[in-house]
């Protein structure tokens, strides 16, 4: 990860050096945090955040599930991350919104933890490789389970929870595989460690249901959406193991990974050993929504606006 310039903390744009935290912070102790993932794509109507607003709103949801009133409104979240893109000069950025309890009090018990909030930006790259959108990805499905509700939150996207996608993640890597597919305690197969994921058979799409113990990802809503527009049946229910292995095509989605095809799981080739036919037409429409090619979705995008970025470069001269 390089850094860039400003990070926005606490209402403030600090160097990226000096945008540190106490080691007594709350949330490095016990998780106690929440955060999102969201991209900022060079389009032809200027840079812009992809379902700036979506991403926001689950914020706010998993802050909620974990009793953590948000000290900001929406809208100065918004304002605040559209000029930090503008302020490092960023044309296309990943951008990672956290709110965390912070330094204050120590214990289980957090709600006399003050809760901070930051926002970070920088340039990052596919997060599966551009091989791997291009040719597909190897994955393993995991030994260990996605968490369930019994025991904490699927649907919010909050720090502790990610010990999980962890674990996950570095066994698949341990054993030669790029990602890990991860199943629920009855064996239905939830997700990959950083994005949902759609199985495609005699050109019927299914995914596990918004109900599943997954996180309700946003790339997945966009994905099903652009899916049905073209006519593609999608089909929300449980899914077993057996049928990722039987499939015609596997593909995953995220912010972070976009929508990156599978070639193989568990050593079963998928289809043909390559990206199927469905997939990469999704794939192409779906590039061409966040990259500002497709008119039909041009309401997800939240255009950082020109006079921000002629702020940032008159600011820089004053300086
Ligand atoms: C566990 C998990 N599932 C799914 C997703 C995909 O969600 P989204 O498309 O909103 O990025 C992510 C990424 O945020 C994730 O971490």
Redesign the pocket.
């Known amino acids: 990860m390089d850094p860039a310039d400003l990070i926005w903390m606490n209402g403030e744009f600090v160097a990226w050096e000096d945008a540190k935290v106490h080691v007594l912070t709350h949330g490095l102790h016990y998780g106690t945090g929440v955060f999102e993932?969201v991209r900022c794509y060079d389009t032809a109507a200027g840079p812009a955040v992809f379902r700036h607003a979506d991403h926001i709103d689950?914020l706010f949801k998993s802050s909620e599930l974990y009793y953590m009133p948000v000290p900001f409104e929406k809208e100065a979240l918004r304002q605040a991350t559209l000029e930090l893109v503008a302020r490092n000069g960023f044309r296309s950025c990943y951008i990672r919104p956290l709110i965390t309890r912070g330094y204050g009090t120590m214990g289980l018990f957090p709600l006399d933890a003050p809760v901070d909030v930051a926002i970070a930006a920088w340039e990052w790259g596919a997060y599966l490789g551009d091989e791997g959108k291009t040719n597909g990805i190897r994955a393993k499905v995991s030994s260990w389970r996605r968490i369930s509700p019994d025991s904490l939150i699927p649907h919010a996207?909050a720090t502790g929870q990610y010990l999980n996608?962890v674990l996950a993640k570095v066994e698949s890597h341990k054993a030669g595989y790029e990602e890990a597919i991860l199943l629920d305690d009855n064996g239905h197969v939830c997700?990959?460690?950083?994005?949902?994921i759609f199985v495609v058979d005699d050109g019927v799409v299914t995914t596990p249901p918004q109900t599943a113990s997954?996180?309700d990802?946003?790339?997945?809503k966009s994905i099903i959406q652009i899916m049905r527009d073209m006519g593609i049946e999608v089909v929300e229910r449980d899914l077993a193991r057996a049928e990722l292995y039987l499939a015609d095509e596997v593909f995953v989605?995220?912010?972070?990974a976009e929508l990156t095809p599978l070639r193989e799981i568990d050593d079963h080739p998928i289809g043909a050993g390559r990206p199927g036919e469905l997939t990469v037409a999704v794939q192409t429409a779906y590039e061409d929504a966040l990259h500002g090619r497709s008119e039909r979705y041009r309401e997800w995008l939240d255009v950082v606006p020109a006079e921000l970025y002629e702020a940032a470069a008159t600011s820089e001269v004053v300086a």
């Open positions: 993932g689950r996207k996608s997700e990959g460690s950083g994005e949902n997954i996180l990802g946003i790339s997945r989605c995220g912010t972070a």
